[in-house]
């Protein structure tokens, strides 16, 4: 990777608003499981979401976010952006099939593809990857 080129100004400036825009999306959303925790529980259900699944999925997306800032692990990186991009298609399904305008969906959607097609050439590859063994030197 000798011959990398640089990213420029306008790619990390772009970068770092889709970026930030999905950590904020993301924060909303586990801050908004805890605080309105019934009121979530009830429109999950409303979808035909089991009650149990509103605080694993707060979890879920802490540990997604967590993982995208570290920029540690490479393979974890993949996950969790595929994942949060799961969850925005699920969430515009689900709103849409219900008439409603998800807006968050869709700019999470937006900023998720921006972000992860980004994130590489801005703040390089991770350099492990999780749960693969470095090869033993003989």
Do not use: C
């Amino acid at each position: 990777m000798a011959n990398r080129v640089a990213p420029s100004w306008a790619e990390k400036i772009v970068y770092w608003i889709a970026t930030l825009l999905m950590f904020a999306l993301m924060l909303i959303a586990i801050i908004g499981y805890h605080a309105r925790y019934e009121g979530f529980v009830a429109t999950f259900a409303s979808y035909g979401f089991p009650h149990w699944v509103v605080l694993p999925l707060a979890y879920l997306k802490l540990l997604a976010l967590l993982v995208i800032a570290i920029n540690r692990w490479g393979n974890l990186k993949h996950i969790a952006y595929g994942a949060y991009f799961i969850n925005m298609i699920a969430a515009t399904y689900v709103h849409v099939a219900n008439g409603e305008q998800p807006i968050h969906a869709y700019i999470g959607l937006v900023v998720v593809i921006m972000s992860y097609v980004l994130s590489n050439r801005v703040r390089g590859v991770p350099p492990y990857d999780a749960f693969i063994l470095p090869a033993r030197s003989s």
